[in-house]
């Protein structure tokens, strides 16, 4: 009988160890079930690796932190709002870390954190205009990756133009005119200077000139010569009228002085027919001398400069006579006073032959 009551105990034990072994089992599955299912799906991109999880949490907020997923909520991107509930299912996050880059532009030099993906969206999320002729240093372009601590120099290319104008001389034409003295001129064509336009295209990097390329070089104004006729007469000045005349050429003479003394007048006196005219019918006077027709015809003008003594200058005179002994370059002088023409005696002058118009 003992060991037919120890049985009942045994099969008690068993009994009662199965359905307490069961009922842990129906509560773990009860419990597994439940858990399983408020678990929510999510998707992660984390800087383009992407990530499957599962989490308990009930926002986004929650499950960065439980995953201690590093996030700037100031500066990194995220295409969610972190206080968002999970929904049951379908949980896309996506996160961007910022990194630093350094801007260099317009004198300015900035620090940013950003998310973006290449150069050409980092500046214009600054707002920053790269126009056509700048240039980004280091060989970096607009779709260039952003890498940390990048640095991203812009230099702002301009264009101008400038125009430089250059003198272009002209020359004076000089024309002879045997109608003028020496000394007078006449601009017959004033003429001018002319003009050589150049036109530059200058390049300015940062506003400082590095290029300058020459576009355009033309005459703008072709110089004109100026044309000037000159005298070629030459000209004297006579000390006793104070004035100047012009003469084609000068020689030298030997002269003497006559009057009208019967002794040189071929014994005539006044009254005598023919008295006191000349060879050529002029009146005796003085200014009126007697030549070698062959060197100085008659009504040649001359004037008449003393080379030798300290008489004055005869000065102007008219060949009008002649003389046995007027011979060559020999002159005989008319005066009025006998003493003169005695002072005078015999000098060498030089004679100029006027010119006439």
Known sequence: MVKH????????????TVV????????????????????KNVVLDFNGHVYAAKTLETTIGGFIEENSIPFNKSQDYINVNVENELHDDNNTIAIKTAIPVKVIC?????????????????????KIVVFEHDKILNNIT????????????????TKGVKVTISVLQNYITLVENETMALNETNVLEPGNLGEKTYIYELTYEN???????????????E??????????????????SKTTFKYLKSEIFVATAYTLDPAECGGKEVGDPGYGVTASGMK????????????????????IET????FINYGFAVAGDTGSGINGNRLDLFMHDKEDALDWGIRKVRVYFVYEE
């Not at 009551?5 to 009662?16: F, G, L, P, S």
């Not at 110089?223 to 006793?240: H, L, R, S």
């Not at 009126?288 to 009504?299: E, K, M, Q, Y």
């Open 142 to 157: 607009l779709d260039s990756k952003l890498t940390p601590n990048l640095t991203i120099e812009i230099i702002r290319v």
């Open 207 to 221: 506003g400082i000139e590095v290029d300058r390329k020459l576009t355009l070089e033309k005459i703008t104004i």
């Open 20 to 39: 307490g072994i069961f009922s842990l089992l129906l509560v773990v599955l009860i419990t597994l079930y439940v858990f399983e299912t408020n678990l």
């Open 5 to 16: 009551h120890d049985k009942k105990i045994k099969y008690r034990i068993i009994r009662h």
């Open 284 to 303: 005796a006077d003085v200014g009126i001398i007697a030549v070698d027709t062959s060197v100085i015809p008659f009504g040649t003008k001359v004037y």
């Open 223 to 240: 110089p004109k010569n100026q044309i000037i006729e000159v005298g070629v007469i030459p000209i004297k000045y006579d000390p006793i």
């Open 106 to 126: 317009d004198g300015k030099e900035q620090e940013v954190m950003t998310y973006l993906k290449n150069v050409g969206e980092l500046l214009d999320d600054l």
């Open 307 to 310: 080379i030798t003594g300290d």
